[in-house]
């Protein structure tokens, strides 16, 4: 049995679209629709459709937790492959058992991800791991290896979409929830590839991803707090030393400062210092309440 777990997160009308195409374009998958602590009505319209399961969290336990109740969920159901998949995508006829094909013994698989509003430009083809600096990222186009079999190995995987077996996600274990959201894919990956886990990218199974919009305007104050702390815990995990810490904060944190306005300078100082703060005392999961309090006000003033 193949499960798809779909994290809804406040996002009814992306999950629909995306727990339709999956029954529309699959006749053997089945979906679990895990509703992360938003009770936006969408666990109670989706419960009726034929291979659909849910399951309500109390809280927003992040993108880590929030999957990881998911994939638990999925093994105890007795899936033999679990694929975890945002659900701001749409799935083509085919993929996910294409997917399924591929994770086939010690192997974890994403698609190939091309924006949903630009579906002939990649947004995922491969991930690479910069060392000695500790940074992950989407491998550049040009630089991504040709594929054979229609696979390309890769050294990273994209937690918009990934593929295992039932044995892979019990070997490697979950996602940290250290993380909440942010790096965790990229944490999962490294730890999957130390145990002899192949990371496959499927060069012929392409998918259509929107790219979150949660932490955009105002609300970006939150999305770049995790960036940043969790790139430092990131770097510390896969072995980078300090100075590859400061050259990060000095690109992410301080880089386009220059162009920035006075009040948008010391709202991205004062979340640096969040962000920087967090690590150091190892304050890791949720955001610190007063900082989503204080970029709630952020974007408050912003729709004024």
């Given at each position: 049995m193949?499960?798809?777990?779909?994290?809804?997160?406040?996002?009814?009308?992306?999950?629909?679209?995306?727990?339709?195409?999956?029954?529309?374009?699959?006749?053997d998958?089945?979906?679990?629709?895990?509703?992360?602590?938003?009770?936006?009505?969408?666990?109670?319209?989706?419960?009726?459709?034929?291979?659909?399961?849910?399951?309500?969290?109390?809280?927003?336990?992040?993108?880590?937790g929030?999957?990881?109740?998911?994939?638990?969920?999925?093994?105890?159901?007795?899936?033999?492959?679990?694929?975890?998949?945002?659900?701001?995508?749409?799935?083509p006829?085919?993929?996910?058992?294409?997917?399924?094909?591929?994770?086939?013994?010690?192997?974890?698989?994403?698609?190939?991800?091309?924006?949903?509003d630009?579906?002939?430009?990649?947004?995922?083809?491969?991930?690479?791991?910069?060392?000695?600096?500790?940074?992950?990222?989407?491998?550049?186009?040009?630089?991504?290896?040709?594929?054979?079999?229609?696979?390309?190995?890769?050294?990273?995987?994209?937690?918009?979409?990934?593929?295992?077996s039932?044995?892979?996600?019990?070997?490697?274990?979950?996602?940290?929830?250290?993380?909440?959201?942010?790096?965790?894919?990229?944490?999962?990956?490294?730890?999957?590839?130390?145990?002899?886990?192949?990371?496959?990218?499927?060069?012929?199974?392409?998918?259509?991803?929107?790219?979150?919009?949660?932490?955009?305007?105002?609300?970006?104050?939150?999305?770049?707090?995790?960036?940043?702390?969790?790139?430092?815990?990131?770097?510390?995990?896969?072995?980078?030393?300090?100075?590859?810490?400061?050259?990060?904060?000095?690109?992410?944190?301080?880089?386009?400062?220059?162009?920035?306005?006075?009040?948008?300078?010391?709202?991205?100082?004062?979340?640096?210092?969040?962000?920087?703060?967090?690590?150091?005392?190892?304050?890791?999961?949720?955001?610190?309440?007063?900082?989503?309090?204080?970029?709630?006000?952020?974007?408050?003033?912003?729709?004024?």
């Open positions: 193949h499960i798809v777990v779909v994290l809804n997160w406040h996002g009814r009308d992306d999950t629909f679209a995306c727990v339709r195409s999956i029954l529309e374009a699959e006749a998958v089945e979906v679990l629709v895990v509703d992360n602590g938003s009770f936006d009505g969408a666990l109670e319209e989706l419960a009726p459709e034929p291979r659909v399961r849910t399951l309500q969290l109390d809280r927003n336990t992040g993108f880590s929030g999957m990881n109740r998911g994939v638990e969920r999925a093994l105890a159901d007795g899936a033999r492959v679990v694929t975890i998949l945002n659900n701001d995508t749409v799935i006829a085919g993929a996910l058992s294409r997917l399924a094909e591929l994770s086939a013994g010690r192997r974890a698989v994403s698609p190939t991800v091309l924006y949903r630009e579906p002939g430009r990649v947004w995922f083809g491969g991930g690479t791991l910069d060392m000695p600096d500790g940074y992950p990222h989407h491998t550049p186009d040009e630089a991504l290896a040709p594929c054979a079999d229609g696979i390309r190995t890769t050294e990273l995987l994209a937690g918009c979409c990934i593929t295992a039932a044995e892979t996600w019990q070997d490697v274990g979950l996602f940290d929830e250290r993380f909440f959201l942010n790096f965790e894919d990229s944490e999962w990956s490294v730890r999957a590839r130390g145990r002899g886990i192949r990371l496959l990218v499927a060069c012929d199974v392409r998918i259509l991803h929107a790219v979150s919009a949660s932490f955009r305007g105002a609300a970006a104050s939150l999305g770049s707090f995790y960036f940043l702390r969790n790139g430092l815990l990131f770097s510390k995990l896969v072995g980078a030393g300090s100075g590859a810490r400061v050259r990060f904060l000095r690109r992410f944190a301080l880089g386009g400062l220059r162009r920035a306005t006075w009040r948008q300078r010391r709202r991205a100082l004062l979340v640096a210092a969040w962000a920087t703060g967090a690590y150091a005392l190892r304050r890791f999961g949720e955001a610190p309440a007063p900082l989503q309090r204080t970029a709630a006000r952020w974007q408050r003033q912003a729709m004024v």
